[in-house]
Protein backbone atom coordinates (compact mmCIF):
# COMPACT_ATOMS: atom_id res chain seq x y z
CA UNK A 1 0.00 0.00 0.00
CA UNK A 2 2.89 2.48 0.97
CA UNK A 3 4.44 1.25 -2.37
CA UNK A 4 1.69 1.60 -4.42
CA UNK A 5 1.38 5.23 -2.84
CA UNK A 6 4.77 6.62 -3.06
CA UNK A 7 4.97 5.25 -6.72
CA UNK A 8 1.73 6.97 -7.63
CA UNK A 9 1.74 9.46 -10.86
CA UNK A 10 1.47 13.23 -9.08
CA UNK A 11 -1.89 13.65 -11.29
CA UNK A 12 -3.21 10.46 -9.42
CA UNK A 13 -2.47 11.47 -6.34
CA UNK A 14 -3.78 15.19 -6.46
CA UNK A 15 -6.60 13.10 -7.49
CA UNK A 16 -6.67 11.72 -4.03
CA UNK A 17 -6.33 13.60 -2.37
CA UNK A 18 -8.79 15.88 -3.23
CA UNK A 19 -11.58 12.68 -2.86
CA UNK A 20 -10.24 12.97 0.81
CA UNK A 21 -10.10 16.29 1.24
CA UNK A 22 -13.41 18.17 2.66
CA UNK A 23 -12.00 22.06 3.20
CA UNK A 24 -12.46 24.14 0.24
CA UNK A 25 -9.09 26.57 0.87
CA UNK A 26 -6.96 23.23 0.51
CA UNK A 27 -8.78 21.75 -2.22
CA UNK A 28 -8.68 24.53 -4.20
CA UNK A 29 -4.89 25.03 -3.73
CA UNK A 30 -4.43 21.62 -5.43
CA UNK A 31 -6.95 22.17 -7.76
CA UNK A 32 -5.37 25.30 -9.28
CA UNK A 33 -1.88 23.60 -9.12
CA UNK A 34 -3.32 20.76 -11.29
CA UNK A 35 -5.25 23.20 -13.25
CA UNK A 36 -1.36 25.17 -13.99
CA UNK A 37 0.94 21.91 -14.25
CA UNK A 38 2.73 22.47 -11.71
CA UNK A 39 3.95 19.06 -10.99
CA UNK A 40 6.91 20.57 -8.56
CA UNK A 41 4.73 21.91 -6.02
CA UNK A 42 2.53 19.17 -6.11
CA UNK A 43 5.49 17.07 -5.79
CA UNK A 44 6.56 18.82 -2.71
CA UNK A 45 2.99 19.12 -1.24
CA UNK A 46 1.77 15.70 -1.73
CA UNK A 47 4.51 12.87 -2.20
CA UNK A 48 5.84 12.68 1.18
CA UNK A 49 3.56 12.60 4.37
CA UNK A 50 4.56 14.53 7.49
CA UNK A 51 6.51 12.80 9.90
CA UNK A 52 5.17 12.43 13.28
CA UNK A 53 8.38 12.72 15.64
CA UNK A 54 9.02 13.08 19.31
CA UNK A 55 7.78 16.89 18.86
CA UNK A 56 4.10 15.64 16.97
CA UNK A 57 4.19 17.33 14.16
CA UNK A 58 5.51 21.21 13.14
CA UNK A 59 5.21 22.16 9.02
CA UNK A 60 3.79 25.18 7.52
CA UNK A 61 -0.20 25.31 6.89
CA UNK A 62 -0.83 24.89 3.08
CA UNK A 63 -2.55 21.78 1.09
CA UNK A 64 -0.63 18.22 1.10
CA UNK A 65 0.24 15.48 2.60
CA UNK A 66 3.59 16.72 3.88
CA UNK A 67 2.02 20.20 5.58
CA UNK A 68 -0.28 20.77 8.19
CA UNK A 69 -4.23 21.23 7.57
CA UNK A 70 -7.60 19.97 8.51
CA UNK A 71 -6.91 16.95 6.39
CA UNK A 72 -3.21 15.60 8.37
CA UNK A 73 -4.62 17.07 11.64
CA UNK A 74 -7.43 14.54 11.55
CA UNK A 75 -5.19 11.73 10.36
CA UNK A 76 -2.65 12.45 12.98
CA UNK A 77 -5.14 12.52 15.68
CA UNK A 78 -7.34 8.98 14.47
CA UNK A 79 -3.82 7.78 14.51
CA UNK A 80 -3.28 9.07 17.92
CA UNK A 81 -6.26 8.55 19.71
CA UNK A 82 -6.61 4.76 18.17
CA UNK A 83 -2.84 4.10 19.71
CA UNK A 84 -3.77 5.69 23.35
CA UNK A 85 -7.01 3.61 23.66
CA UNK A 86 -4.55 0.87 23.33
CA UNK A 87 -1.63 1.51 25.33
CA UNK A 88 -3.14 3.22 28.59
CA UNK A 89 -5.32 1.36 30.64
CA UNK A 90 -8.73 3.20 31.02
CA UNK A 91 -7.45 5.83 28.54
CA UNK A 92 -11.33 6.85 27.42
CA UNK A 93 -12.62 7.47 30.65
CA UNK A 94 -9.28 8.97 31.87
CA UNK A 95 -9.70 11.02 29.05
CA UNK A 96 -7.18 14.02 26.58
CA UNK A 97 -6.79 17.17 27.37
CA UNK A 98 -6.43 19.51 24.38
CA UNK A 99 -5.56 23.16 24.03
CA UNK A 100 -4.40 25.76 21.38
CA UNK A 101 -2.67 28.69 20.86
CA UNK A 102 -3.97 31.78 18.82
CA UNK A 103 -2.60 31.16 15.65
CA UNK A 104 -4.02 30.77 12.32
CA UNK A 105 -6.11 27.61 12.01
CA UNK A 106 -5.30 26.29 15.45
CA UNK A 107 -9.00 26.68 16.86
CA UNK A 108 -10.28 24.64 13.79
CA UNK A 109 -7.16 22.00 14.27
CA UNK A 110 -8.04 21.69 18.21
CA UNK A 111 -11.68 21.32 17.66
CA UNK A 112 -10.94 18.43 15.03
CA UNK A 113 -8.50 17.10 17.67
CA UNK A 114 -11.36 16.39 20.10
CA UNK A 115 -13.58 15.42 17.76
CA UNK A 116 -10.87 12.08 16.98
CA UNK A 117 -11.31 11.27 20.06
CA UNK A 118 -14.60 11.54 21.24
CA UNK A 119 -15.51 9.28 18.29
CA UNK A 120 -13.37 6.56 20.01
CA UNK A 121 -14.98 7.41 23.11
CA UNK A 122 -13.04 9.59 25.15
CA UNK A 123 -13.60 12.21 27.60
CA UNK A 124 -11.94 15.76 26.51
CA UNK A 125 -11.17 17.95 28.50
CA UNK A 126 -10.88 20.63 26.72
CA UNK A 127 -9.53 24.56 26.57
CA UNK A 128 -11.62 26.35 24.00
CA UNK A 129 -10.18 29.87 24.24
CA UNK A 130 -6.57 30.80 23.73
CA UNK A 131 -4.21 29.39 25.93
CA UNK A 132 -0.55 29.02 26.62
CA UNK A 133 1.45 25.66 25.53
CA UNK A 134 2.15 24.65 29.84
CA UNK A 135 -1.51 24.32 30.39
CA UNK A 136 -2.03 21.00 28.73
CA UNK A 137 0.48 19.22 30.25
CA UNK A 138 -0.09 20.70 33.44
CA UNK A 139 -3.71 19.76 33.52
CA UNK A 140 -2.53 16.00 32.01
CA UNK A 141 -0.57 15.70 35.62
CA UNK A 142 -3.44 17.12 37.67
CA UNK A 143 -6.37 15.12 36.28
CA UNK A 144 -4.65 12.15 35.54
CA UNK A 145 -5.45 12.14 31.65
CA UNK A 146 -4.39 9.88 29.31
CA UNK A 147 -2.45 12.21 26.92
CA UNK A 148 -2.26 15.98 25.77
CA UNK A 149 -2.87 17.89 22.58
CA UNK A 150 -1.65 21.16 22.36
CA UNK A 151 -1.86 23.13 19.01
CA UNK A 152 0.99 25.38 18.58
CA UNK A 153 4.39 26.35 16.41
CA UNK A 154 6.13 28.00 19.43
CA UNK A 155 7.65 30.57 18.31
CA UNK A 156 7.84 29.47 14.18
CA UNK A 157 7.44 32.04 11.67
CA UNK A 158 3.44 33.09 11.16
CA UNK A 159 2.70 30.27 8.21
CA UNK A 160 3.41 27.31 10.68
CA UNK A 161 1.45 25.36 13.09
CA UNK A 162 2.04 22.15 15.27
CA UNK A 163 0.48 19.61 16.95
CA UNK A 164 2.62 18.70 19.93
CA UNK A 165 1.88 15.64 22.17
CA UNK A 166 1.95 14.71 26.30
CA UNK A 167 1.87 11.18 27.52
CA UNK A 168 0.21 10.33 30.67
CA UNK A 169 3.05 11.49 33.14
CA UNK A 170 2.75 14.99 31.85
CA UNK A 171 5.27 15.10 30.10
CA UNK A 172 6.10 15.22 26.16
CA UNK A 173 6.26 11.59 24.53
CA UNK A 174 9.88 10.28 24.06
CA UNK A 175 10.81 6.81 21.79
CA UNK A 176 9.83 4.24 20.57
CA UNK A 177 6.05 5.82 22.18
CA UNK A 178 6.57 8.65 18.93
CA UNK A 179 7.05 5.75 16.41
CA UNK A 180 4.41 3.20 17.51
CA UNK A 181 1.94 6.55 17.27
CA UNK A 182 3.39 7.13 13.87
CA UNK A 183 2.96 3.50 13.10
CA UNK A 184 -0.92 4.01 14.33
CA UNK A 185 -1.34 6.88 12.54
CA UNK A 186 -0.39 5.48 9.23
CA UNK A 187 -2.90 2.40 9.96
CA UNK A 188 -6.30 5.02 10.90
CA UNK A 189 -6.43 6.95 7.90
CA UNK A 190 -9.95 6.08 6.23
CA UNK A 191 -11.84 9.26 7.20
CA UNK A 192 -15.34 9.13 7.41
CA UNK A 193 -17.51 13.00 7.08
CA UNK A 194 -18.26 13.13 10.93
CA UNK A 195 -14.55 13.29 11.23
CA UNK A 196 -14.16 17.05 9.77
CA UNK A 197 -17.57 18.66 11.77
CA UNK A 198 -15.71 21.37 13.54
CA UNK A 199 -19.40 22.68 15.26
CA UNK A 200 -20.61 21.62 18.26
CA UNK A 201 -17.89 20.09 19.86
CA UNK A 202 -17.85 21.99 23.25
CA UNK A 203 -21.65 21.21 23.38
CA UNK A 204 -20.30 17.65 23.12
CA UNK A 205 -21.96 15.72 26.58
CA UNK A 206 -17.74 13.30 27.27
CA UNK A 207 -16.10 17.50 26.60
CA UNK A 208 -15.71 19.68 30.06
CA UNK A 209 -14.31 22.74 29.71
CA UNK A 210 -11.44 22.92 32.02
CA UNK A 211 -10.58 25.92 31.39
CA UNK A 212 -11.57 28.09 35.36
CA UNK A 213 -10.49 25.18 37.09
CA UNK A 214 -7.18 24.67 35.87
CA UNK A 215 -6.10 27.69 35.62
CA UNK A 216 -7.09 28.57 39.31
CA UNK A 217 -4.81 25.61 40.39
CA UNK A 218 -2.01 26.33 38.26
CA UNK A 219 -1.51 29.65 39.69
CA UNK A 220 -1.87 28.28 43.13
CA UNK A 221 0.71 25.80 42.31
CA UNK A 222 2.90 27.94 40.69
CA UNK A 223 2.62 30.89 43.47
CA UNK A 224 2.39 28.55 46.31
CA UNK A 225 5.07 26.74 45.42
CA UNK A 226 7.51 29.03 44.37
CA UNK A 227 6.65 32.84 45.82
CA UNK A 228 9.36 33.51 48.54
CA UNK A 229 7.21 36.93 50.48
CA UNK A 230 4.28 38.45 48.76
CA UNK A 231 4.42 40.99 51.64
CA UNK A 232 7.83 42.13 50.35
CA UNK A 233 7.53 41.00 46.49
CA UNK A 234 4.32 43.79 46.86
CA UNK A 235 6.67 46.94 48.45
CA UNK A 236 9.61 46.58 45.56
CA UNK A 237 10.07 49.31 43.51
CA UNK A 238 11.45 47.50 40.64
CA UNK A 239 9.54 48.43 37.29
CA UNK A 240 9.96 46.11 34.17
CA UNK A 241 8.89 46.03 30.85
CA UNK A 242 7.09 42.95 29.12
CA UNK A 243 6.03 41.76 25.87
CA UNK A 244 4.06 38.54 25.00
CA UNK A 245 5.59 39.03 21.36
CA UNK A 246 1.71 39.30 19.96
CA UNK A 247 1.21 36.22 21.63
CA UNK A 248 -1.41 35.03 24.25
CA UNK A 249 1.12 35.44 27.10
CA UNK A 250 -0.28 38.78 28.70
CA UNK A 251 -3.03 37.82 30.67
CA UNK A 252 -1.61 34.56 32.30
CA UNK A 253 1.62 36.63 33.28
CA UNK A 254 -0.73 39.11 34.58
CA UNK A 255 -2.15 37.00 36.96
CA UNK A 256 1.00 34.87 37.84
CA UNK A 257 2.94 38.36 38.73
CA UNK A 258 -0.70 39.07 41.09
CA UNK A 259 -0.19 35.79 42.38
CA UNK A 260 3.45 36.53 43.51
CA UNK A 261 2.13 39.61 44.70
CA UNK A 262 4.44 41.84 42.62
CA UNK A 263 3.52 45.08 40.63
CA UNK A 264 2.55 44.62 37.12
CA UNK A 265 5.24 45.31 34.22
CA UNK A 266 5.10 48.55 32.30
CA UNK A 267 3.35 46.96 28.87
CA UNK A 268 4.48 47.62 24.79
CA UNK A 269 1.54 49.03 23.44
CA UNK A 270 2.09 47.25 19.89
CA UNK A 271 2.47 43.80 21.04
CA UNK A 272 0.27 42.86 24.02
CA UNK A 273 -2.73 42.07 22.16
CA UNK A 274 -2.45 37.95 20.29
CA UNK A 275 -1.92 38.64 16.43
CA UNK A 276 -1.25 35.38 14.30
CA UNK A 277 0.41 37.97 11.41
CA UNK A 278 3.26 38.98 14.17
CA UNK A 279 3.30 42.52 12.57
CA UNK A 280 6.07 44.14 14.44
CA UNK A 281 8.81 41.67 14.63
CA UNK A 282 10.23 40.17 11.30
CA UNK A 283 10.56 36.45 13.72
CA UNK A 284 8.73 35.76 16.53
CA UNK A 285 11.58 34.41 18.86
CA UNK A 286 12.91 36.23 21.48
CA UNK A 287 16.11 35.28 20.86
CA UNK A 288 16.49 36.74 17.77
CA UNK A 289 18.61 39.99 17.18
CA UNK A 290 16.29 42.90 17.21
CA UNK A 291 13.00 41.14 18.71
CA UNK A 292 13.11 43.02 21.89
CA UNK A 293 14.02 46.55 20.28
CA UNK A 294 10.85 47.73 20.50
CA UNK A 295 10.79 46.90 24.34
CA UNK A 296 13.72 48.49 25.06
CA UNK A 297 12.37 51.62 23.72
CA UNK A 298 9.29 51.43 25.68
CA UNK A 299 12.09 51.10 28.63
CA UNK A 300 14.44 54.02 27.40
CA UNK A 301 11.49 56.53 26.97
CA UNK A 302 9.95 55.42 30.51
CA UNK A 303 13.36 55.44 32.64
CA UNK A 304 12.65 51.20 32.96
CA UNK A 305 16.36 49.20 33.20
CA UNK A 306 14.67 45.73 32.72
CA UNK A 307 12.89 44.21 29.64
CA UNK A 308 11.05 41.00 30.19
CA UNK A 309 9.77 38.40 27.50
CA UNK A 310 7.32 35.32 26.47
CA UNK A 311 7.42 33.73 22.89
CA UNK A 312 3.90 33.57 21.64
CA UNK A 313 2.83 30.25 23.50
CA UNK A 314 4.23 31.33 26.35
CA UNK A 315 6.37 28.28 27.82
CA UNK A 316 9.74 30.69 26.74
CA UNK A 317 11.23 33.61 28.45
CA UNK A 318 13.64 36.32 28.25
CA UNK A 319 15.18 38.98 29.82
CA UNK A 320 17.74 42.30 29.06
CA UNK A 321 19.17 44.21 31.49
CA UNK A 322 20.24 47.67 31.18
CA UNK A 323 24.18 48.42 32.33
CA UNK A 324 25.41 51.15 33.78
CA UNK A 325 27.01 52.36 30.30
CA UNK A 326 23.16 52.52 28.93
CA UNK A 327 24.13 50.00 26.69
CA UNK A 328 21.73 46.67 27.10
CA UNK A 329 22.39 43.26 28.22
CA UNK A 330 20.80 40.53 26.51
CA UNK A 331 20.94 38.02 29.17
CA UNK A 332 21.94 34.21 26.56
CA UNK A 333 19.66 31.25 27.46
CA UNK A 334 22.64 30.07 29.62
CA UNK A 335 23.51 32.70 31.28
CA UNK A 336 19.94 32.79 32.53
CA UNK A 337 20.33 28.99 32.98
CA UNK A 338 22.80 29.77 35.57
CA UNK A 339 20.73 32.58 37.15
CA UNK A 340 17.46 30.62 37.84
CA UNK A 341 19.98 27.61 39.05
CA UNK A 342 21.50 29.78 41.48
CA UNK A 343 17.91 31.29 42.48
CA UNK A 344 16.17 27.79 42.69
CA UNK A 345 19.21 26.21 45.13
CA UNK A 346 18.31 29.53 47.27
CA UNK A 347 14.83 29.06 47.34
CA UNK A 348 15.16 25.11 48.36
CA UNK A 349 17.31 25.63 51.38
CA UNK A 350 15.51 28.35 52.48
CA UNK A 351 12.81 25.30 52.79
CA UNK A 352 14.80 23.52 54.48
CA UNK A 353 15.62 20.97 51.71
CA UNK A 354 19.45 19.43 51.71
CA UNK A 355 21.62 20.29 48.83
CA UNK A 356 22.12 16.58 48.80
CA UNK A 357 18.00 16.06 48.04
CA UNK A 358 18.41 18.81 44.76
CA UNK A 359 17.82 17.28 41.25
CA UNK A 360 18.93 19.84 38.20
CA UNK A 361 19.31 19.09 34.95
CA UNK A 362 20.01 20.68 31.55
CA UNK A 363 20.31 19.60 27.95
CA UNK A 364 23.31 18.47 26.57
CA UNK A 365 24.19 21.32 24.45
CA UNK A 366 23.41 23.84 26.95
CA UNK A 367 26.24 25.27 29.41
CA UNK A 368 28.70 22.79 31.75
CA UNK A 369 28.51 25.26 34.26
CA UNK A 370 25.23 23.58 36.12
CA UNK A 371 27.57 21.02 36.46
CA UNK A 372 30.58 22.68 37.91
CA UNK A 373 27.83 24.18 40.50
CA UNK A 374 26.76 20.77 41.39
CA UNK A 375 30.20 19.50 41.67
CA UNK A 376 30.53 22.87 44.04
CA UNK A 377 27.64 22.90 45.57
CA UNK A 378 26.71 19.10 46.15
CA UNK A 379 23.20 18.48 44.52
CA UNK A 380 22.40 15.83 41.60
CA UNK A 381 23.10 16.79 37.89
CA UNK A 382 22.39 15.38 35.06
CA UNK A 383 22.47 16.29 31.86
CA UNK A 384 20.26 14.69 28.66
CA UNK A 385 19.83 14.70 25.20
CA UNK A 386 18.19 18.06 23.95
CA UNK A 387 15.00 18.32 24.34
CA UNK A 388 12.11 18.54 27.49
CA UNK A 389 10.75 15.40 26.16
CA UNK A 390 14.36 13.90 27.77
CA UNK A 391 15.00 16.09 30.88
CA UNK A 392 11.39 16.45 32.33
CA UNK A 393 11.41 12.70 31.87
CA UNK A 394 15.07 12.35 33.76
CA UNK A 395 13.58 14.77 36.42
CA UNK A 396 10.76 12.46 37.23
CA UNK A 397 13.17 9.00 37.64
CA UNK A 398 15.52 10.96 39.98
CA UNK A 399 11.98 12.60 41.93
CA UNK A 400 10.86 8.56 42.43
CA UNK A 401 14.50 7.93 43.83
CA UNK A 402 13.31 10.61 46.02
CA UNK A 403 15.35 13.84 44.57
CA UNK A 404 13.51 17.31 45.37
CA UNK A 405 12.92 18.11 41.65
CA UNK A 406 14.42 21.67 41.68
CA UNK A 407 15.19 23.27 37.92
CA UNK A 408 15.86 22.23 34.53
CA UNK A 409 16.23 23.99 31.28
CA UNK A 410 17.64 24.14 27.26
CA UNK A 411 20.12 27.19 26.12
CA UNK A 412 17.00 27.80 23.63
CA UNK A 413 15.56 29.95 26.82
CA UNK A 414 13.20 27.03 28.11
CA UNK A 415 13.13 26.80 32.25
CA UNK A 416 11.22 24.29 34.09
CA UNK A 417 11.48 25.34 37.81
CA UNK A 418 8.39 23.48 39.43
CA UNK A 419 7.68 20.31 38.98
CA UNK A 420 3.66 21.02 38.79
CA UNK A 421 4.27 21.81 34.66
CA UNK A 422 6.91 19.01 33.29
CA UNK A 423 7.67 20.96 30.19
CA UNK A 424 9.23 24.75 29.90
CA UNK A 425 6.97 27.57 31.27
CA UNK A 426 7.79 30.82 30.40
CA UNK A 427 5.08 32.32 32.71
CA UNK A 428 6.65 30.98 36.23
CA UNK A 429 9.86 31.48 34.77
CA UNK A 430 8.62 35.21 34.46
CA UNK A 431 7.50 35.82 38.19
CA UNK A 432 10.46 33.81 39.72
CA UNK A 433 12.90 36.01 37.60
CA UNK A 434 11.12 39.40 38.54
CA UNK A 435 11.08 38.06 42.53
CA UNK A 436 14.57 37.68 42.41
CA UNK A 437 15.35 41.30 40.42
CA UNK A 438 13.28 42.38 43.07
CA UNK A 439 15.06 40.85 46.16
CA UNK A 440 18.49 42.19 44.47
CA UNK A 441 17.11 45.51 44.08
CA UNK A 442 16.31 46.03 47.35
CA UNK A 443 19.98 45.09 48.09
CA UNK A 444 21.09 47.77 45.20
CA UNK A 445 21.97 44.88 43.14
CA UNK A 446 20.91 44.11 39.31
CA UNK A 447 21.10 41.03 37.94
CA UNK A 448 23.99 41.26 35.81
CA UNK A 449 25.59 41.82 39.58
CA UNK A 450 23.94 38.29 40.45
CA UNK A 451 25.48 36.43 37.00
CA UNK A 452 29.09 38.13 37.95
CA UNK A 453 28.76 36.96 41.54
CA UNK A 454 28.35 33.10 39.95
CA UNK A 455 31.32 33.37 37.46
CA UNK A 456 33.39 34.53 40.77
CA UNK A 457 32.45 31.24 42.21
CA UNK A 458 32.03 28.74 39.41
CA UNK A 459 34.58 30.23 36.54
CA UNK A 460 33.58 31.95 33.73
CA UNK A 461 31.87 30.27 30.76
CA UNK A 462 31.51 32.19 27.40
CA UNK A 463 29.52 30.26 24.49
CA UNK A 464 29.61 30.55 20.92
CA UNK A 465 25.82 29.34 19.33
CA UNK A 466 25.28 29.31 15.65
CA UNK A 467 24.54 27.53 12.60
CA UNK A 468 25.27 26.50 8.96
CA UNK A 469 22.54 26.79 6.46
CA UNK A 470 23.11 23.22 4.47
CA UNK A 471 20.46 23.14 2.09
CA UNK A 472 21.84 19.56 0.21
CA UNK A 473 21.82 16.76 3.01
CA UNK A 474 24.46 14.90 0.60
CA UNK A 475 26.90 17.68 1.75
CA UNK A 476 25.84 17.95 5.37
CA UNK A 477 26.63 14.03 5.38
CA UNK A 478 29.92 14.89 3.30
CA UNK A 479 31.16 17.06 5.80
CA UNK A 480 30.25 14.59 9.36
CA UNK A 481 31.95 11.75 7.33
CA UNK A 482 34.82 14.09 6.93
CA UNK A 483 34.97 15.31 10.32
CA UNK A 484 34.42 11.16 11.19
CA UNK A 485 37.05 9.71 9.00
CA UNK A 486 39.17 11.99 7.64
CA UNK A 487 39.73 13.78 4.26
CA UNK A 488 39.17 11.79 0.94
CA UNK A 489 42.83 10.62 -0.40
CA UNK A 490 42.81 13.32 -3.00
CA UNK A 491 42.03 16.17 -0.88
CA UNK A 492 44.17 19.11 -1.68
CA UNK A 493 45.54 21.08 1.54
CA UNK A 494 46.99 20.14 4.79
CA UNK A 495 44.95 18.68 7.76
CA UNK A 496 44.92 18.10 11.17
CA UNK A 497 46.58 15.33 13.08
CA UNK A 498 43.75 12.49 13.91
CA UNK A 499 43.18 9.42 15.72
CA UNK A 500 43.09 6.10 14.63
CA UNK A 501 40.17 3.70 16.49
CA UNK A 502 39.98 0.57 14.57
CA UNK A 503 36.21 -0.69 14.79
CA UNK A 504 36.61 -4.71 13.68
CA UNK A 505 33.23 -5.23 14.28
CA UNK A 506 31.80 -2.12 12.16
CA UNK A 507 34.33 -2.43 9.82
CA UNK A 508 35.43 1.17 10.26
CA UNK A 509 38.25 3.22 11.42
CA UNK A 510 37.28 6.54 13.40
CA UNK A 511 39.91 9.07 12.64
CA UNK A 512 38.48 12.21 14.32
CA UNK A 513 40.46 15.27 14.68
CA UNK A 514 43.39 15.25 17.93
CA UNK A 515 42.80 19.75 18.31
CA UNK A 516 40.50 21.83 17.38
CA UNK A 517 41.41 25.12 17.33
CA UNK A 518 45.19 24.09 18.07
CA UNK A 519 43.19 22.98 21.74
CA UNK A 520 44.29 19.08 22.48
CA UNK A 521 41.16 17.30 22.05
CA UNK A 522 40.08 14.96 25.88
CA UNK A 523 36.75 13.52 25.16
CA UNK A 524 35.12 12.56 21.94
CA UNK A 525 30.72 11.24 21.68
CA UNK A 526 29.46 10.67 18.67
CA UNK A 527 25.85 9.41 18.63
CA UNK A 528 25.69 9.05 15.17
CA UNK A 529 28.16 6.09 14.73
CA UNK A 530 27.81 5.01 18.25
CA UNK A 531 31.45 5.91 20.15
CA UNK A 532 32.59 7.65 23.30
CA UNK A 533 35.76 8.13 25.13
CA UNK A 534 37.12 10.39 27.57
CA UNK A 535 41.31 11.45 28.00
CA UNK A 536 41.47 10.32 24.44
CA UNK A 537 44.43 12.73 24.19
CA UNK A 538 46.27 10.14 26.15
CA UNK A 539 46.34 7.63 23.32
CA UNK A 540 49.50 7.40 21.84
CA UNK A 541 49.40 8.67 18.69
CA UNK A 542 51.95 6.28 16.65
CA UNK A 543 49.45 3.45 16.40
CA UNK A 544 45.75 2.73 15.80
CA UNK A 545 43.87 1.37 18.80
CA UNK A 546 41.66 -1.35 18.28
CA UNK A 547 38.27 -0.78 19.73
CA UNK A 548 36.21 -4.13 21.24
CA UNK A 549 32.42 -4.21 20.74
CA UNK A 550 31.77 -3.39 24.33
CA UNK A 551 34.14 -0.17 24.56
CA UNK A 552 33.27 2.85 24.23
CA UNK A 553 29.60 3.02 23.93
CA UNK A 554 27.99 5.98 24.84
CA UNK A 555 25.23 6.13 27.63
CA UNK A 556 22.66 8.21 25.47
CA UNK A 557 21.22 6.66 22.99
CA UNK A 558 22.35 6.20 19.66
CA UNK A 559 20.72 7.43 16.17
CA UNK A 560 22.42 6.51 12.98
CA UNK A 561 19.30 8.38 11.16
CA UNK A 562 20.85 12.37 12.31
CA UNK A 563 24.71 13.16 13.07
CA UNK A 564 25.38 14.64 16.36
CA UNK A 565 29.40 14.63 17.70
CA UNK A 566 30.49 16.60 21.28
CA UNK A 567 33.95 17.50 21.53
CA UNK A 568 35.58 18.81 25.06
CA UNK A 569 39.30 20.14 25.29
CA UNK A 570 42.14 20.75 27.80
CA UNK A 571 41.32 24.58 27.43
CA UNK A 572 37.97 24.13 28.88
CA UNK A 573 36.15 24.06 25.75
CA UNK A 574 33.08 21.79 24.57
CA UNK A 575 31.90 21.79 21.19
CA UNK A 576 28.68 19.82 20.02
CA UNK A 577 27.63 19.54 16.08
CA UNK A 578 24.48 18.60 14.91
CA UNK A 579 22.06 18.62 12.19
CA UNK A 580 18.48 19.98 12.40
CA UNK A 581 15.64 17.66 12.85
CA UNK A 582 13.26 20.42 11.27
CA UNK A 583 15.00 23.13 9.22
CA UNK A 584 18.36 22.91 6.59
CA UNK A 585 20.85 23.69 9.15
CA UNK A 586 24.62 22.61 10.76
CA UNK A 587 23.95 23.91 14.16
CA UNK A 588 26.86 23.81 16.69
CA UNK A 589 27.03 24.52 20.38
CA UNK A 590 30.52 26.06 21.60
CA UNK A 591 31.26 27.12 25.23
CA UNK A 592 34.47 27.87 27.04
CA UNK A 593 35.20 28.00 30.58
CA UNK A 594 38.61 29.68 32.45
CA UNK A 595 38.30 28.59 35.76
CA UNK A 596 40.37 31.84 36.48
CA UNK A 597 37.78 33.95 35.73
CA UNK A 598 40.03 35.28 33.37
CA UNK A 599 37.58 37.17 30.70
CA UNK A 600 40.33 37.52 28.19
CA UNK A 601 41.40 34.65 27.75
CA UNK A 602 38.04 32.48 27.40
CA UNK A 603 37.09 34.92 24.30
CA UNK A 604 40.75 34.20 22.51
CA UNK A 605 40.04 30.43 22.97
CA UNK A 606 36.50 31.02 21.92
CA UNK A 607 37.32 32.93 18.82
CA UNK A 608 39.91 30.55 17.61
CA UNK A 609 37.48 27.33 18.14
CA UNK A 610 34.92 29.02 16.55
CA UNK A 611 37.15 29.61 13.51
CA UNK A 612 38.47 26.29 14.01
CA UNK A 613 34.74 25.07 13.23
CA UNK A 614 34.17 27.09 10.05
CA UNK A 615 37.65 26.56 8.73
CA UNK A 616 39.21 23.01 10.02
CA UNK A 617 35.28 20.64 10.63
CA UNK A 618 32.81 22.34 8.51
CA UNK A 619 35.29 24.22 5.76
CA UNK A 620 32.64 26.10 5.07
CA UNK A 621 34.53 28.14 2.19
CA UNK A 622 35.08 25.11 0.29
CA UNK A 623 31.43 23.83 0.52
CA UNK A 624 30.01 27.05 -0.19
CA UNK A 625 27.89 27.25 2.85
Not at 103 to 118: E, G, I, V
Not at 335 to 356: H, K, N, P, Y
Not at 372 to 390: H, I, N, P, S
Request: hydrophobic content about 40%; glycine content about 8%.
Amino acid sequence: MKGAYLTLPIARLAERWLSEDKDPETRGQIERLLAANDEDTLEKLLRNRIEFGTAGLRARMEAGYSRLNRLTVITASQGLAAYVAKAVEGAQQRGVVVGHDHRHNSAAFARLTARAFLRLGFHVYFYPGLGLTPEVPFAVKRLGAACGVMITASHNPKDDNGYKVYWENGAQICPPVDEAIARSIGENQLMEQESWDEDGVEADPNVEDVTQRMMDAYFDAAAGGLAADREANSRTELRYVYTPMHGVGAPFATRMLAAFGLPPFVPVPEQMNPDPDFPSVAFPNPEEKGALDMAKHVADAQGVGLVLANDPDADRFAAAEKQPDSSWLAFTGDQLGTIFAAAVLAMARRAGISDERVAMVNSTVSSRMLSVMAQAEGFRYADTLTGFKFMANELLALQRQGFFVGFGYEEAIGYMIHDHVLDKDGVTALAVFVQLAAQLHAQGKSVADYLEEQYARYGYFVSANSYFVSPDPAKTGLIFSRIRYGPEADEAGADVQRFEFVRSVHGDTLRYPRTIGGFPVSYIRDLTTGFEMRDVDKVEAEAPLVVGLDECRPTFPVSAGSHMITFETRNGGRLTMRTSGTEPKLKYYLEVRNQDNDREAAARDLEAMVNAVACELVRATENGL
